[in-house]
């Protein structure tokens, strides 16, 4: 299992994003979502492929990054965030 993160940059003020959401959703196991363009997700996709899943659902003028998190990691959060971000497995 993957522990991702995926951050956005949604630039079309017009479009409807729901199926990027759902996709998010649908391809995780588990999900989290505390900042505003920011998810982290447990997933068996790599980086890639979880990348390639959202493509679809984006514009060229969106940008979306996704990344394997590693156990080395640091910032502000309320601690649920912590709790759901320090029970999952990485590796």
Do not use: C
Request: aromatic letters at 18%; hydrophobic letters at 40%.
């Amino acid at each position: 299992m993957n522990v991702l993160l995926i951050t956005h940059a949604l630039n079309n003020k017009f479009r409807n994003y729901s199926p990027l959401f759902t996709a998010v959703k649908e391809n995780s196991f588990q999900w989290w979502h505390y900042i505003e363009s920011t998810w982290i997700v447990t997933t068996d996709h790599t980086a890639d492929t979880f990348a390639r899943v959202l493509y679809p659902h984006i514009e060229n003028t969106d940008y979306v990054l996704v990344v394997k998190i590693h156990k080395d990691y640091q910032g502000w959060l309320p601690k649920e965030a912590w709790d759901w971000l320090n029970e999952k497995s990485f590796y």
